[in-house]
């Protein structure tokens, strides 16, 4: 039988999502926690890549079992009990067998938050940039993005990617006091792709690059032309979005929590076990 596992993870302390032999990673956690538990080797298999340090407030991934499990909310609880603090499972659901967790998903969001002010409790959950910023304009170069499909020059060199092609549904900045936050939604992000995006957006805001130059950087398929990409503390893999007859979210947004905490001064994420 396939499963569908709902989790979030703070990712300071792993180098991505992806198993490595000798690296400390997400996935290669949760399977060794996993395997503990069912009491055989499973392998599971995520929505996505995270590069190093990057984060997900929601994230899925799959595994299959020879036998149905009993009580899937008490093997949540259990793996809970002995994954590392720095990831938490939510939820536990019965899927379809041929429902996959990358390949099914039809939609992701990322956001990408900037604090800009120094910040101690958040150092690890945000970019700390200090320089002002014109965030109107890199509102009005963020609103280019969903007009191109081709996105070669924010794409990582030698990725091995069939195709630089992604469909941008919204990408756009919010300001909350001194927090500036990026949401970015397709139907698929290259590796890179997002750190790209939010470097070369914030070179707008300090006015290295006009509105226009940002298209005309897209327009290049010219990876040399971008900036250099924003570090990965303040990027969060944030929903991930299946058709209903797959599957359907039911770990609540953190939303409201995220900005309370941001905005308070305390606290957004913290990493926790080292998962070494």
């Known amino acids: 039988m396939r499963y569908f596992a709902e989790l979030r993870y703070n990712g300071a302390a792993y180098c991505g999502w992806q198993r490595q032999p000798d ?5 290669g956690t949760v399977e060794r926690a996993l395997s503990t538990l069912l009491r055989a080797q499973t392998e599971i298999v995520g929505a996505g890549r995270t590069d190093t340090g990057v984060n ?8 299959d079992c020879e036998r149905p499990i009993a009580d899937a909310e008490h093997l949540v609880y259990k793996l809970n009990l002995i994954l590392p603090p720095d990831i938490a499972v939510g939820r536990i659901a019965a899927v379809a067998d041929d429902a996959h967790a990358r390949f ?14 120094k910040n101690p409790f958040t150092r690890h959950a945000a970019w700390q940039y200090y320089v002002p ?3 109107d304009a890199m509102n009005r ?7 191109f499909d081709d996105f070669t020059s924010f794409a990582k060199l030698n990725s091995n990617n069939t195709t630089n ?7 756009a900045w919010l300001e909350s006091g001194d927090v500036v936050r990026f949401t970015i939604r397709a139907d698929r992000f290259l590796r890179n792709m997002v750190r790209a995006i939010v470097g070369t957006l914030v070179d707008v805001g300090r006015g290295r690059y006009s509105v226009d130059e940002f298209g005309d950087i897209i ?6 032309r971008s900036s250099a990409g924003a570090p990965a503390q303040g990027l969060f893999l944030s929903d991930v979005r299946y058709p209903a007859e797959v599957f359907g979210r039911r770990m609540p947004a953190d939303d409201a929590m995220t900005e309370t905490l941001f905005a308070s001064g305390r606290v957004v994420t913290e990493p926790g076990g080292s998962g070494r």
């Open 141 to 147: 170069a963020a609103a280019l993005l969903p007009t």
């Open 165 to 171: 092609i992604c469909r941008i549904a919204e990408a």
């Open 23 to 27: 690296a400390p990673t997400v996935q």
């Open 56 to 63: 997900a407030s929601y994230y899925v991934a799959h595994f």
């Open 219 to 224: 327009s290049s398929r010219d990876l040399s």
């Open 104 to 117: 099914s998903a039809c939609e992701r969001e990322y956001r990408y938050y900037i604090e800009r002010r």
């Open 133 to 135: 910023l014109d965030v």
